[in-house]
């Protein structure tokens, strides 16, 4: 496939600290031949580093990935954003064109370890969390993504 006929996906949570940095991580990792990937957050608060070491342990560097607010983006025109937390879907910003949004929501691995004293105690969350990411960006298709799309336009339009 070529440049030009990648898909581009902006994952989108609210920080652009942790779930949607692991997002792009692992597509471009994963699947840099067909989906060209993006992140970016609604309120951008800086990187998370458990989210950039146990990505690292992975074998995926975002060491060098920074957080950036969705508006930065708006010039890139997206087939697909998808939202991977409850708030940055319901307050996403409206996408023109043909952008489709698709909600596919993670556990918040900040929000799971806060009462974690070390590092050993909070990094598990993480680890989980990425290795649901991972799962779910390794099945990414043009073809997963449409029926995402349809599957989401069909519950937007019961409610």
């Known amino acids: 496939m070529s440049q030009t006929e990648r898909i581009k996906v902006l994952f989108l949570c609210t920080g652009n600290a942790c779930r949607s940095q692991m997002a792009e991580g692992w597509a471009k990792a994963l699947k840099g031949d067909a989906i060209d990937a993006y992140s970016a957050g609604v309120e951008p608060h800086g990187m998370n580093p458990r989210a950039v070491r146990t990505m690292a342990e992975a074998g995926v560097d975002i060491s060098s990935h920074r957080s950036k607010h969705v508006d930065e983006l708006k010039d890139v025109g997206f087939d697909y954003v998808i939202t991977v937390c409850d708030h940055a879907h319901e307050s996403c910003p409206l996408f023109p064109g043909k952008t489709k949004v698709v909600h596919v929501g993670f556990d918040d691995p900040p929000r799971l370890a806060k009462d974690a004293k070390t590092d ?40």
Do not use: C, T
């Open 120 to 159: 050993d105690e909070a990094l598990p969350h993480y680890r989980r969390v990425r290795d649901e990411i991972r799962a779910f960006v390794a099945a990414l298709s043009a073809e997963r993504l449409a029926q995402l799309a349809e599957k989401e336009s069909g519950s937007n339009a019961n409610q």
